[in-house]
């Protein structure tokens, strides 16, 4: 699967696509590959607080737990709640399947995030593929 | 890095572009995510149909001799004299204070001759423990056969009907725990056990392990199996079953520091067979364990696993998850838990430390899964 040219990628391996000042947040599809069947969501709620590089909920697959890393500050204005009943979406499409929706506190950190090609050279890197 | 072991059928799990993980220093296939597979496709076609294990890192050790079986009765729990020619039971080796060196398979191949079949992780020390325990007895020679086998696991409802396509054998009229030799897929001298690790109906095939073999052997049974809808089977699949079907797995249920009574497998457990290891420690606790193994359904959004913390009403620790999963089959979560004797023994539901929230989890029967007769 391609990773959208538009989004911004995290080294935890989550996406963000950005418009105007909220973010959409998602895993990508390397993440949702490595943990397999995903079985189970852990999302935070509409206005809790999320920090960039610390976690905010987690996702299970049947054998792995994994946390959510959020890759901006900001608040939470929306929960994908379609995930409660079918987390497999994930695993579905990873790009399209999101998870929160966060109003932007401060742009500038997205300039710490890959761009997809960073994105994909960095994944290859840590497969060794 | 020390190089990982690989089974003769490695690059077949390859080309199935199976994701790979290091299993006890094996590098072996957790599940075949490619053609609509993955983890629960795979435990579903085991309990609906059928799925294909590659198992063969599992080790094989051999008893032979006029003094074979009182050595197996030596470093066994289970009674060995009282199996038949072609007949195999569920045993384990036992360390002197009745926990477990491993839990094993012990097949009669003769009257002077035993096939052990252990867990892959233990190989060379259940070798070692088995030597230093009998091996210098007369009458008797132990030989560690594991890189001689290859293994394939055939399980589930359509198990019966895959594997005799392949062979002139009356597999049929194997009883369950019943082996016996047979040609297979042109392969002669197949060893076809009616046993497995799922929970359902099955077989269990060793064969030379030679790469042409069992690649032959691989292929022939997916081959056969196509028209009901065979899957090649990770180990994720592999554990799931055998969690449904409440079987212990080492390092996880029962270890060098959980004695049998605690493990619930004192069915296996023969005290008046005569002297063994590990048999004056269980036989001193009297069935009294200072814990019991449980198992657990969460009946609250959470999935227990590995190592977390059960908790009782008042949010005390009373134990420790050993294995925790959500069940593909039964879709719920469920866990074994090893927890003090006295919380066993009472009612109510307990908590499971998920990641921070106490998740309630009511208790339930092992097996989680029986398969209808």
């Keep these: 699967m391609s990773y959208p040219a538009n989004y911004r990628y995290s080294r935890e391996h989550e996406w963000i696509e950005v418009n105007g000042t909220i973010g959409t947040v998602g895993i990508t599809d390397y993440a949702q590959s490595s943990l397999g069947d995903i079985v189970y969501v852990d999302a935070p709620k509409v206005g809790d607080a999320v920090t960039a590089g610390a976690t905010f909920g987690s996702v299970e697959s049947v054998k792995a737990v994994s946390d959510l890393y959020s890759p901006v500050t900001g608040k939470v204005t929306a929960v994908n709640e379609e995930l409660k009943n079918a987390p497999d979406k994930i695993n579905e499409n990873a790009h399209e399947a999101w998870i929160i929706k966060v109003e932007i506190a401060n742009p500038s950190e997205l300039d710490a995030l890959l761009d997809a090609a960073a994105y994909e050279a960095f994944v290859s890197e840590e497969t060794g593929a | ?373």
């Design chain 2, 1 to 373: 890095m020390t190089e990982l072991k690989k089974t003769p059928l490695n690059a077949v799990h390859r080309a199935l572009k199976a994701k790979m993980v290091d299993f006890g220093g094996w590098d072996m296939p957790v599940e075949y995510p490619a053609n609509g597979g993955g983890l629960i496709a795979e435990h579903l076609a085991v309990r609906n149909t059928v799925g294909l294990f590659d198992v063969s890192h599992m080790g094989e050790i051999q008893f032979r001799g006029p003094g074979a079986l009182d050595a197996v009765q030596a470093v066994t729990m289970n009674d060995a004299a009282k199996l038949a020619d072609g007949q195999a039971h569920y045993s384990a080796l036992l360390t002197p204070n009745g926990c477990f060196v491993d839990d094993i398979l012990v097949h009669r191949l003769g009257p002077n001759d035993y096939l052990f079949v252990v867990n892959a992780a233990n190989i060379e020390k259940d070798f070692q423990w088995i030597k230093s325990q009998v091996g210098a007895r007369p009458g008797v020679h132990v030989s560690d056969y594991s890189p001689y086998y290859a293994q394939l696991a055939v399980q589930g409802p359509k198990a019966l009907d895959v594997l005799g396509k392949l062979t002139a054998v009356d597999i049929g009229a194997l009883k369950n725990y019943w082996f016996t030799w047979g040609e297979v897929a042109g392969v002669g001298n197949v060893l076809i056990a009616r046993t497995g690790y799922t929970g359902e109906d099955g077989f269990e095939l060793y064969f030379p392990s030679d790469v042409p073999t069992s690649e032959k052997m691989w292929n022939a049974l997916l081959e056969a199996g196509a028209e009901f809808g065979i899957r090649p089977c990770g180990l994720g699949a592999r554990n799931t079953l055998r969690l449904e079907a409440g079987m212990s797995l080492y390092g996880h249920e029962i270890s060098d520091a959980v004695n049998v009574y605690e493990a619930g497998l004192a069915r296996w457990l023969k005290l008046d067979k005569g002297d063994f290891v590990g048999r004056g420690a269980l036989a001193a606790l009297n069935g009294n364990p200072a814990r019991k193994l449980i198992a657990l359904e969460m009946v609250e959004r959470g999935i227990a696993r590995d190592g977390y913390s059960v908790l009782n009403e008042a949010g005390e620790k009373v134990g420790t998850v050993t294995s925790g999963s959500p069940a593909p089959y039964l879709k719920t979560n469920i866990a074994l838990a090893l927890v003090a004797r006295d919380v066993a023994a009472a009612e109510g539901d307990l908590f499971v430390d998920c990641r921070g929230n106490s998740v309630r989890a009511k208790r339930v029967a092992i097996p989680f899964y029986k398969r209808a007769k």
